[in-house]
């Protein structure tokens, strides 16, 4: 079955450290989110790509964090500098468009900044 | 005022039992609507899309009243195998992101 893969599946590091997480989404999909969840806020959305293009990233707090789709096979999320407060799992997705898009997700990365 | 509320639980239900969640959305200009389905550390996963004139799947009907900006799913013959996060989730028009709710919780026990 084609799946959405997230590297790392965990990811501990100290406050200050840069974090990268990678996708893979499916081959043909043309749409990639990066969503966050917590338990206070569940899943928000940190930005949306179509075609490789950004269309929305106002979810995510820009003076630390950037998404970016280097070509179609990945995408990255970085935090730079990090903090305690970025602990949460980012989720990765990935989808045909269209109003009816289904979202196929990624296993998640699992993060703790200490 | 959250995009998209729903009560979060836990619903604890015993086997065989009918459960029904609710969610409501604030814009009325949504445009589609769906429910997934979340597992103890697990990605969600799509459960099915909700239409206007409802919809069946199997165990499960989900019913959209668009008048009162509410979804709902309800779950006939519960399973153990049913315990899991429902993630109610609406889509504003073509070209922006789903929306998710926080979630209901439900636990199916024998």
């Known amino acids: 079955d084609a799946r959405v893969t997230q590297t790392p599946r965990h990811k501990v590091t100290e406050m200050g450290q840069e974090v990268t997480m990678r996708c893979q989404p499916i081959?043909?999909?043309?749409?990639v989110f990066w969503y966050r969840q917590t338990m206070m806020q569940g899943l928000e959305l940190l930005a949306y790509?179509?075609?490789?293009?950004?269309?929305?990233d106002s979810g995510m707090p820009k003076d630390r964090f950037s998404a970016e789709m280097p070509d179609a096979t990945l995408a990255t999320l970085k935090i730079q500098p990090s903090e305690p407060r970025d602990s949460a799992v980012y989720f990765c997705?990935?989808?045909?468009?269209?109003?009816?898009?289904?979202?196929?997700f990624g296993s998640g990365t699992q993060l703790s900044v200490l | 005022r959250k995009e998209v509320e729903q009560d979060p639980g836990p619903f604890n239900v015993p086997e065989g039992a009918t459960v029904a969640f609710n969610c409501t959305y604030s814009?009325?200009?949504?445009?589609?609507f769906f429910w997934y389905r979340q597992d103890c550390r697990k990605e969600p996963k799509l459960l099915m899309s909700?239409?206007?004139s409802g919809n069946e799947d199997g165990r499960f009907t989900a019913q959209l009243n668009r008048a009162s900006q509410y979804i709902s799913l309800l779950i006939r013959d519960s399973k153990l195998s049913d315990s899991a996060t429902y993630l109610c989730?609406?889509?504003?028009?073509?070209?922006?992101?789903?929306?998710f709710g926080k979630g209901t919780t439900l636990s199916v026990s024998s």
């Open positions: 081959l043909g999909h043309n749409t």
């Open positions: 814009n009325s200009a949504s445009q589609s």
């Open positions: 909700v239409y206007s």
């Open positions: 790509f179509r075609n490789r293009a950004p269309l929305d």
């Open positions: 989730v609406v889509r504003d028009q073509a070209g922006t992101a789903l929306i």
């Open positions: 997705a990935s989808g045909f468009g269209g109003i009816e898009e289904k979202l196929f």
